[in-house]
Nanobody, 128 residues
Framework: QVQTVESGGGLAQAGDSLRLSCAAS????????MCWFRQAPGKEREFVAA????????YYADSVKGRFTILRDNTRNSVYLQMNNLKPDDTAVYYC?????????????????????WGQGTQVTVSS
């Protein structure tokens, strides 16, 4: 089955750090720009961060810039999201996905329809 498998979520307090992992299953993630989105209760899924297929460029939503870092290890077919200084507003289910285009070097997209191979997500809950 072609999908991503997210893990690493959990309960945290404001100011804590968490590291999410995304393992590509059934496809080679090194061919694709990869991204993280999140969906809070009652809200639409929103873009969080993206990383170039080569690992040489990243792009962040303003709400997480300076606090979150997206990383990838192509030898492990995996992508990560290092989340520091967590806030209650970061509470959401976090999803990983791959760009529909291979080896794309144009501008990053923050649009959900750009991406495919969505996983089941991992829950992050931040208390104040």
């Amino acid at each position: 089955q072609v999908q991503t498998v997210e893990s690493g979520g959990g309960l945290a307090q404001a100011g804590d750090s968490l590291r999410l992992s995304c393992a590509a299953s059934g496809f080679t993630s090194s061919r694709y720009n990869m991204c993280w989105f999140r969906q809070a209760p009652g809200k639409e899924r929103e873009f969080v961060a993206a990383i170039r297929w080569s690992g040489t460029g990243t792009y962040y939503a303003d709400s997480v810039k300076g606090r979150f870092t997206i990383l990838r290890d192509n030898t492990r077919n995996s992508v990560y999201l290092q989340m520091n200084n967590l806030k209650p507003d970061d509470t959401a289910v976090y999803y990983c996905a791959a760009d529909r285009r291979t080896y794309y070097s144009g501008s990053f997209s923050d649009t959900e329809t750009t991406y495919k191979y969505w996983g089941q997500g991992t829950q992050v809950t931040v208390s104040s």
